[in-house]
């Protein structure tokens, strides 16, 4: 059974940072594409980042590129997203999901209906202004 547990989330001000994991069991990283998403109250979801192991990619919505670092440990099946220089407009709840390896594309991750099959519970982070 695929499964996916976000952690890490919590409460920060602006300008700091926090990680988030995203530990996976029930597959092997190198058969799916781990992503990232975020939903705010009041709006629809949103990809902001992916990484394929089995490519070599990764991929970043530009609001977050150059703050945001996706990576992942393969031998402990979990996936991180550092978040830095955080912004109130950053605050949602984050998920993380599993799709093809083959979908870590902007086009992916941004889509209405993202192609990615197993989703997590989601953390919440809130950035205080």
């Known amino acids: 059974e695929v499964q996916l547990v976000e952690s890490g989330g919590g409460l920060v001000q602006a300008g700091g940072s926090l990680r988030l994991s995203c530990a996976a069991s029930?597959?092997?990283?190198?058969?799916?594409?781990i992503g990232w998403f975020r939903q705010a109250p009041g709006k629809e979801r949103e990809g902001v980042s992916c990484?394929?192991?089995?490519?070599?990619?990764?991929a970043y919505r530009g609001a977050v590129k150059g703050r945001f670092t996706i990576s992942s440990d393969n031998a402990k099946n979990t996936v991180y997203l550092q978040m830095n220089s955080l912004k109130p407009e950053d605050t949602a709840v984050y998920y993380c999901a599993a799709g093809s390896p083959y979908d870590c594309t902007i086009a992916a991750i941004g889509a209405s209906r993202p192609p990615y099959d197993y989703w997590g519970q989601g953390t919440q982070v809130t950035v205080s202004s």
């Open positions: 990484i394929s192991s089995r490519t070599g990619t990764t």
């Open positions: 029930g597959f092997s990283f190198d058969d799916y594409a």
